[in-house]
């Protein structure tokens, strides 16, 4: 199953990528995944909106190939990072790629409550009529102080949130079975 993951944080040294490459390692014979970054994607503009810039073209249709698409992203401000939410109104117009993609959600945050406000604004998104994506109902992984769960080598060491992940990840892999 191809899987695209959607980083919700541009800096280099994010935590929200360094989730995503564990994932994309820790479940590699179960998904292909790829992992697609939102640096390149300029400021939604409905002037441009039906011959957008090629970065934006180049995203939305690695996302139109997908099976799926998995979320990783930070809080910002109690809410969904302005790229993230960008992206998503990109996707929400013209081809709309992201209707009926089955989605679901990782969160890593600074905060002890690990997105759970950015999460609950992305499923009222997802579930607007433009971008109209499915989301895996019933499966939070929220993970607070992320800066906390790596260990010296910076490799991702929270035994409970990976046990959940596994659980997750074989959740939406049977989700996404029933559904097609
Ligand atoms: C503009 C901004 C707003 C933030 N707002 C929140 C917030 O509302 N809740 C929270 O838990 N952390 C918040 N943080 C802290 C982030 O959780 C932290 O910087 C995290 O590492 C960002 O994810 P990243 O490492 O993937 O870039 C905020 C950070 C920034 C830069």
């Known amino acids: ?12 040294e994010s935590y929200n990528r360094k989730v995503a490459h564990f994932i994309k390692e820790r ?27 090629n970065p934006v073209k180049e995203f939305k249709e690695k996302i139109k190939q997908s099976e799926g698409v998995l979320f990783s992203t930070p809080e910002y401000n109690h809410s969904i990072p302005g790229g993230l939410k960008n992206a998503l109104d990109w996707c929400s ?36 009529p433009g971008v109209a994506a499915l989301n895996l109902p019933g499966n939070h992984v929220l993970i607070g102080n992320i800066q906390d769960k790596f260990d010296q080598n910076g490799k991702f060491n929270d035994d409970t949130t990976i046990k959940r992940l596994d659980k997750v990840l074989d959740n939406y892999i049977d989700w996404v079975k029933k559904i097609k």
């Open 27 to 53: 479940y590699k014979d179960k998904l292909e995944m790829e992992i697609l970054l939102l640096n390149d994607l300029p400021v939604f503009n409905e002037d441009i909106e039906e011959n957008p810039p």
């Open 93 to 128: 117009r013209g081809d709309r790629v992201l209707s009926k993609k089955p989605t679901f959600i990782v969160g890593s945050s600074s905060g002890d409550i690990g997105t759970a406000r950015c999460q609950s604004d992305l499923r009222k998104v997802l579930d607007c």
């Open 1 to 12: 199953m191809k899987i695209i993951i959607i980083v919700g944080s541009l800096r280099k």
